[in-house]
């Protein structure tokens, strides 16, 4: 059974960081393509960041420069450093899973983050 666990989200003042984690399990960890999304009641999910298998990585343009997504095959793990935090990233944020050339695409639950003072 896969399993994608967020963590890391909470209250955070304008300016603050926070770090997601997202924890994997199931999977073949290493050879999955790894995305952050976030999405807002009532809108679509959008894309945050992702990390290839390589370690290759691509950002949304409204959070380059300020947010990092790395990952640890060895804990099947992957992360989001968040800093400068704005009032406009407050959001669910997903993690998700998928390998190149698939359609099948793993889901976290979500972990909510509030930016707000």
């Known amino acids: 059974q896969v399993q994608l666990v967020e963590s890391g989200g909470g209250l955070v003042q304008p300016g603050g960081s926070l770090r997601l984690s997202c924890a994997a399990s199931?999977?073949?960890?290493?050879?999955?393509?790894m995305g952050w999304y976030r999405q807002a009641p009532g809108k679509q999910r959008e894309l945050v960041a992702v990390?290839?298998?390589?370690?290759?990585?691509n950002y949304a343009d409204s959070v380059k420069g300020r947010f990092t997504i790395s990952r640890d095959n060895a804990k099947n793990t992957v992360y989001l450093q968040m800093n400068s935090l704005k009032p406009e990233d407050t959001d669910v944020y997903y993690c998700?899973?998928?390998?190149?050339?698939?359609?099948?695409?793993?889901w976290g639950q979500g972990t909510q983050v509030t930016v707000s003072s």
């Open positions: 199931g999977i073949i960890f290493s050879i999955y393509a």
């Open positions: 990390i290839t298998r390589g370690g290759i990585t």
């Open positions: 998700n899973a998928k390998r190149s050339g698939a359609t099948l695409v793993y």
